[in-house]
């Protein structure tokens, strides 16, 4: 193998701010550290999170790499000690806490996945973020159940587009929110069975018109704001609420003689700081339920759009235009 170079490039914040403040600078090469792995990065996604991070408003973790990027996809290049999985030359797509936004990134070993079968590398890139999110706050926080109603606010963004999909795949009856007659039916062609324009139909009306007044068991809002007591208007009996981000606003009035009527939960989650040992076991536990719908082609995320690592403030320009529908990606 060819000897890696001294350092490399990456997208660095030159200072908080609009999307130019995204500039490309030249760092010393990573180290992988124990049971952790260097990856020569082909690809890397574009997230809310990494917006925040621009603005300074979501600093890295203690211990993190100051570089954006929460996922990437690439080839293992170099190991650190006691490294047991994988081997120099396998593709792997990976979570991390930092550091995607680079021509080689350092991996946590347990934080990686093989790239499903026929999967692109900017498909495997688009994934971890929104996959890793997805599963473990409507699946593992809500314990959505086949046969259940889920509501999925920002249905097309790339979160919402993963939780369409795989609500859908595992028996759940569908209900997105989008605000445009385009974005609406992009959740239709994915799955959605309800898809509810919030710029002219209320979301709560619609829900319990659609459930017979039942309400929907299962509702993932990175919203806030005014939402939160909408969404415990339109609840269901034995409801989970799980809150993820708050574009609105992190503080609400809300009306909680709902949530002891109809026995609510209301939790979230944020997954950037959970360790890795944590996110190692959602990793595990998506390897088994979620790949094999990947191996076999039925669910595949959506890209909007992809830029070169060099044009990351083009990238973040079209994230903040919300005019995408799925993922936006960097490609290198």
Not at 49 to 77: F, N
Not at 270 to 292: F, H, T
Request: net charge neutral.
């Amino acid at each position: 193998m060819a000897a890696l170079p001294a350092t490399m490039t990456a997208i660095g914040i030159s200072k908080p701010g609009a999307p130019d403040v995204l500039v490309p600078e030249q760092r010393p090469m990573p180290q992988p550290g124990e049971a952790e792995v260097l990856v020569k990065v082909a690809a890397a996604g574009v997230n809310r999170p990494d917006v925040m991070q621009r603005l300074g408003l979501y600093p890295p973790p203690k211990g993190a790499s100051d570089i954006p990027g929460l996922e990437l996809a690439g080839e293992v290049v170099a190991l650190g000690p006691n490294v047991k999985r994988w081997k120099i030359g396998d593709k792997i797509t990976a979570l991390v806490a930092g550091g995607g936004y680079a021509e080689y990134c350092v991996v946590p070993e347990p934080q990686a996945l093989p790239v499903p079968t026929g999967f692109s590398m900017v498909e495997a890139a688009a994934m971890p973020e929104t996959f890793f999110t997805v599963w473990h706050n409507v699946f593992e926080r809500g314990a959505l159940k086949p046969g259940e109603t889920i509501l999925i606010h920002g249905g097309s963004s790339g979160i919402g587009t993963v939780a369409i999909m795989l609500a859908k795949a595992f028996g759940a009856r569908v209900f997105a929110t989008a605000g445009s007659p385009e974005k609406c039916e992009a959740c239709k062609k994915l799955g959605a069975d309800v898809a509810i324009n919030y710029k002219t139909e209320d979301f709560v009306e619609v829900a319990k018109k659609e459930t017979d007044n039942a309400g929907i068991d299962v509702i993932l809002d990175m919203v806030g704001g005014d939402y939160i007591d909408r969404n415990f208007h339109c609840a269901a009996v034995e409801g989970r609420i799980v809150q993820i981000a708050f574009q609105k606003s992190a503080k609400a009035t809300v009306d909680y003689r709902y949530m002891l009527q109809r026995r609510l939960t209301h939790t979230g989650s944020g997954l950037r700081p959970r360790s890795v040992a944590d996110k190692g076991k959602m990793a595990r536990a998506m390897e088994e339920k979620v790949w094999p719908l990947l191996n076999a082609g039925k669910v595949r995320p959506v890209i909007d759009s992809t830029f070169p690592l060099a044009e990351a403030a083009k990238a973040h320009a079209r994230m903040e235009s919300s005019q995408h529908i799925g993922k936006i990606v960097l490609t290198l």
